[in-house]
């Protein structure tokens, strides 16, 4: 039987990056923090990244990541360009180089990873086409509320700007329509790419793990940046997320 702790490793790995946020928020203009960006980026998203390839196998985790990847820059040139589904914002020059001068190519390293946490939280034991739609939209609304834990700390951070500003320490309540709809779009693709695996056995826990621990930083951004409500949102999440994982776990090891 697995055990109901979350594993070390990844408790660690979640207070490492939490105390990383201090430093985020305190010493944005650090040398090299671009480059450290990009670091930290790709660190949090593999643990997500190996277990959908050994979920899925190598062709249908490559096919699932690439189109997640195309569909989340397309979705977000759109949105930067024309305000629609969030509203009007731009991304800051924090993040590095941007495509057509738009959106970052970094999107999809920190992107992907929380469709896949949130796509593999949501996951029902049963297989019903019923229990699809409510798989797709949970996913969603996790991934939502995930964005109220991770949009006011990147914005404090001016990763993005929303130069009209918002009711929602400056991000507007069309924002978060707007993650309902790209994140159920996005959780439909993913499932529908991966069928045969998603299809046929629980999602593995580790899939969860870039979600986690991302949480755990965009928290600690909240909470260093006086952003307490998204800092107690972001708490709440994080234990949510790994009580999730330690059932997903739980149910592989009977074969749900």
């Not at 796509?119 to 297989?127: C, F, L, M, Q």
């Not at 909470?223 to 972001?234: D, V």
């Amino acid at each position: 039987m697995p055990s109901k702790r979350p594993p070390r490793l990844l408790l660690a790995a979640s207070a490492l990056f939490f105390g990383a946020a201090y430093f985020t928020v305190r010493f944005p203009d650090t040398p090299g923090a671009g480059a450290g960006s990009f670091v930290s980026t790709l660190l949090i998203a593999m643990p997500s990244f190996v277990a959908l390839w050994r979920f899925l196998g190598p062709k249908r985790a490559a096919l699932s990541l690439v189109a997640l990847s195309a569909f989340g820059f397309a979705i977000e040139t759109t949105g930067v360009a024309t305000g629609f589904p969030y509203g009007t914002f731009y991304y800051g020059d924090s993040l590095g180089p941007k495509m057509m001068d738009l959106v970052p190519y970094l999107l999809p390293l920190s992107w992907a990873p929380l469709v896949l946490g949130a796509v593999a939280a949501a996951a029902p034991r049963g297989r019903a086409p019923r229990r699809y739609v409510f798989w797709v939209l949970s996913a969603a609304v996790l991934l939502t509320l995930v964005d109220g834990v991770l949009d006011p700390g990147a914005a404090s951070l001016g990763f993005w700007i929303w130069p009209e500003g918002g009711a929602y320490y400056g991000v507007p309540v069309t924002n978060y329509f707007g993650w309902l709809f790209s994140s159920t779009l996005a959780a439909a693709l993913l499932l529908v790419l991966g069928r045969r695996g998603w299809g046929r056995e629980m999602p593995p826990p580790g899939l969860l793990d870039s979600l986690v621990i991302a949480v755990a930083f965009w928290t600690g951004v909240a909470l260093f940046a006086g952003l307490f409500f998204p800092a107690a949102l972001g708490g709440a999440l994080f234990l949510y997320l790994l009580r999730r994982r330690a059932r997903l776990a739980a149910a592989r090891y009977k074969g749900g």
